[in-house]
């Protein structure tokens, strides 16, 4: 069965970077993409991006350009996503969630809190 | 960007009422839209894809329609395990994005 598990709960402080694993099992990794969301505490869903795993094609939220990348390793079947220069808001829990296309994405990881604080 | 705007934000029915939630983006993306349930303090869960096809598993009591630019959820009789937030998403193209949201609780 698809599973996607991601890596633990972080805390950084302000200006650090972070990067969250996604380890996906059961289909062949490179032919589906990778689509990042994360969630503030009491707050909706953001889409942050997505990675193709197939070619490496990436797309970013405006928001986050400059500051998020996101890549994958297709031996490990592992998605990562790295963000730099962290700052308060960007506390959140962050999920990956397998993308194909022309679909919405579907089977999502676990999710993993990133709090950033001083 | 389209922007997608979901409302209510929140709502509050009886079981076995029925509950319609609205979903419009602000430019027309056919059929690419997606109905997501989050209940507290768990992942989200796809529900409808291609605005009216239900995932594999979910209830018939779920329902999904439109195109073009204004889509809507329904369930037909709410039941007490329907508590959750909802979202659309839009998905034909980049950014992938979320309505703001719909808080569905129990009267």
């Known amino acids: 069965q698809v599973q996607l598990v991601q890596s633990g709960a972080e805390v950084k402080k302000p200006g650090a970077s972070v990067k969250v694993s996604c380890k996906a099992s059961?289909?062949?990794?490179?032919?589906?993409?990778i689509s990042w969301v994360r969630q503030a505490p009491g707050q909706g869903l953001e889409w942050m991006g997505w990675i193709s795993a197939y070619n490496g094609d990436t797309h970013y939220a405006e928001k986050l350009q400059g500051r998020v990348t996101m890549t994958t390793d297709t031996p490990t079947s592992t998605a990562y996503m790295e963000l730099r220069s962290l700052r308060s808001d960007d506390t959140a829990v962050y999920y990956c969630a397998r993308k194909a296309t022309g679909q919405p994405p579907h089977y999502w990881g676990q999710g993993t809190l990133v709090t950033v604080s001083s | 960007d389209i922007q997608m705007t979901q409302s209510p934000s929140s709502l509050s029915a009886s079981v076995g009422d029925r509950v319609t939630i609205t979903c419009r983006a602000s430019q027309g993306i056919s059929n690419y839209l997606a109905w997501y349930q989050q209940k507290p303090g768990k992942v989200p869960d796809l529900l409808i894809y291609?605005?009216?096809t239900l995932q594999s598993g979910v209830p018939s009591r779920f329902s999904g329609s439109g195109s073009g630019t204004d889509f809507t959820l329904t369930i037909s009789s709410l039941q007490p395990e329907d508590v959750a937030t909802y979202y659309c998403?839009?998905?034909?193209?980049?950014?992938?994005?979320f309505g703001g949201g719909t808080k569905v609780e129990i009267k």
């Open positions: 998403q839009k998905y034909n193209s980049a950014p992938l994005t």
């Open positions: 291609a605005a009216s």
């Open positions: 059961g289909y062949t990794f490179n032919t589906y993409g």
